[in-house]
């Protein structure tokens, strides 16, 4: 079936380090993709979306591409701060007209000053 | 404006008890979800409603689990006879609908069942 797999956390980066976090998915069908976060004591936010190949997802200086050669979504920021400590769930949904998320584990960031 | 609300936000029940999880998703959107999210694991889905009736289940674990959302707003998702591996975070989100738009997720419920 359909599933995302992201790496395995916890990563902990000082302040102003360049961050990767990367997720994999199945290739079934023309998937949209998606970055969630959660910041403590909160729930699940969209932080970045693709809905098709090569397409470049981009919200609060992070960035992930829409990799179909590779099938891959890999978040990236080139200088974190201590306020993008959450974790980050990376999340596929089939098609274009779906409703229904898959999402990976999860990956917790700490960011120290 | 308001987000989707979720309550209670802890609940703690005893093994064999029924419990029932509330959640008001944002007006207006006639989309409803369930996820539930056990420790270390990202959101599984769970139900989705598409104004009250229940369109997609699938994921309902077993015939303990039922939701209603008997006007198209509200949503209360029930337990009956509760067990330890039910002890999870519960999450509600809603959307206005169409497929691709982006779901909005409350803060959760945390069940514990001991």
């Known amino acids: ?113 | 404006g308001a987000g989707v609300s979720q309550t209670p936000s802890n609940k703690v029940t005893e093994k064999g008890k029924y419990v029932e999880l509330r959640c008001d998703p944002i007006s207006g959107h006639t989309a409803l979800y369930w996820y539930r999210q056990s420790l270390g694991q990202g959101p599984e889905f769970l139900i989705y409603f598409q104004g009250t009736g229940a369109a997609d289940d699938s994921g309902l674990p077993n015939d303990r689990f039922f939701a209603v959302r008997p006007e198209g707003s509200v949503s209360t998702l029930k337990i009956q006879r509760t067990e330890r591996g039910d002890s999870a975070v519960y999450l509600c989100a809603s959307s206005p609908g169409q497929g691709g738009s982006p779901l909005h997720f409350g803060n959760g419920t945390r069940l514990t069942v001991t």
């Open chain 1, 1 to 113: 079936g359909d599933s995302v797999t992201q790496m395995e956390g916890p990563v902990t980066l000082s302040e102003e380090a360049f961050l990767t976090i990367n997720c994999t998915y199945t290739a079934t069908g023309y998937p949209s993709l998606f970055w969630y976060v959660q910041y403590p004591g909160e729930g699940l936010q969209l932080l970045l979306k693709a809905t098709k190949a090569d397409d470049k997802g981009s919200n609060k200086g992070f960035e992930a591409t829409y990799r179909k050669e590779t099938t891959s979504f890999h978040l990236e920021k080139g200088s974190v701060q201590v306020s993008d400590s959450a974790v980050y769930f990376c999340a596929r949904r089939a098609g274009a007209g779906s409703y229904q998320l898959t999402f990976g584990k999860g990956t917790k960031l700490s960011v120290i000053p």
